[in-house]
């Protein structure tokens, strides 16, 4: 009788164990970290990988390459009127400072100016080439302020600036023609109005001043 209670006691001791033996061993599986290799993945739990392509977009066009057709269209236009497009779509590209801040400050001179307040728009375009001196049209923008203020030299400093930074600058070389005209320098007057031609052919009033000075210098026994 003792050796079956004993019995009874002893299976119940090992029924309890195992449970507890299992649980064990599950704790360990999931706190366990070394574990070598990984839980199988259900396939429907899997996700794809992203494909792989051989080729990636295009960044978007250089302003350099839109500005660079836009000068090649200008120099094969003979109608006026379609030059004139042209040159008006270049212009719209030299505006663009590429700062908020600088097309602010070449707004309110551009407004100073019409107002005929050219200190004021001089105060706003010396702030421009100073935050943005490779900017041409800044450099321009106060070329011309100069001029108007009747500061021939330092239109001419702003000019020079502005052609070393965009060479094609058409408004720059007839800025620079008319101050070598009124100072009294035709020759060189004459050669700018060329320059202006050659990168704008249809261009009118550098085609009326290559006319005028060629046939002035004719006359001249000088």
Do not use: C
Request: a negative charge.
């Amino acid at each position: 009788m003792q050796t079956f209670l004993r019995y009874l006691i002893l299976s119940a001791a090992i029924a309890a164990a195992i449970p507890a033996a299992h649980a064990q061993e599950r704790a360990q599986e999931f706190e366990d970290p070394g574990l070598e290799e990984p839980l199988p993945v259900p396939e429907e739990n899997l996700v794809a990988p992203p494909p792989v392509y051989d080729d990636v977009p295009l960044a978007a066009e250089p302003e350099s390459t839109r500005l660079d057709e836009l000068f090649r269209d200008l120099k094969k236009a003979r109608d006026r009127r379609h030059a004139s497009t042209v040159a008006n779509s270049i212009w719209s590209e030299w505006f663009r400072s590429g700062s908020a801040t600088v097309d602010l400050m070449m707004t309110w001179s551009n407004e100073a100016f019409e107002e005929k307040k050219f200190n004021v728009a001089l105060d706003f375009l010396d702030q421009v080439v100073v935050r943005a001196p490779d900017f041409a049209e800044g450099w321009n923008r106060r070329a011309t302020v100069h001029y108007s203020m009747d500061n021939f030299a330092k239109s001419m400093t702003d000019i020079q600036k502005t052609l070393e930074l965009e060479p094609r600058h058409f408004g720059a070389l007839a800025g620079m023609a008319t101050i070598l005209e009124r100072t009294g320098r035709k020759e060189a007057a004459l050669k700018a109005w060329e320059r202006a031609l050659a990168i704008y052919p249809a261009m009118q009033s550098a085609q009326e001043a290559v006319i005028r000075l060629s046939d002035e210098l004719a006359a001249d026994p000088a």
